[in-house]
Nanobody
Framework: QVQLVESGGGLVQAGGSLRLSCAAS????????MGWFRQAPGKEREFVAA???????YYADSVKGRFTISRDNAKNTMYLQMNNLKPEDTAVYYC?????????????????WGQGTQVTVSS
């Protein structure tokens, strides 16, 4: 069983930056592929970025060039650096872990989810 806890959300003006963290329990974090997803009110959960257990990264087109996903296996933590934030980035951001397989943009490929952290970008 893996527990995931997100932090770092908040209120920021458009053009600003935030860094989200996802702390994972367990000793096998380095073997998991990880992902960030977000869900805005009234919308489905959508893919943001993912990082495989080998360190390969993938991004949704809407965040490419603005967001950076990374991981620190020594700290059992994954990060999402978000720059040049836009009002349309406003959502609850979730981290997810996948026990086997590479990074994926599909929610059903992930086995564990955090509770989410709110990101609000004002115009």
């Amino acid at each position: 069983q893996v527990q995931l806890v997100e932090s770092g959300g908040g209120l920021v003006q458009a053009g600003g930056s935030l860094r989200l963290s996802c702390a994972a329990s367990g000793r096998t974090f380095s073997s998991y592929s990880m992902g960030w997803f977000r869900q805005a009110p009234g919308k489905e959960r959508e893919f943001v970025a993912a990082i495989s257990w080998t360190g390969s990264t993938y991004y949704a087109d809407s965040v490419k060039g603005r967001f950076t996903i990374s991981r620190d296996n020594a700290k059992n933590t994954m990060y999402l650096q978000m720059n040049n934030l836009k009002p349309e980035d406003t959502a609850v951001y979730y981290c997810a872990a996948r026990q086997s397989g590479g990074a994926s943009s599909r929610t059903h490929d992930y086995d564990y989810w955090g509770q989410g952290t709110q990101v609000t970008v004002s115009s």
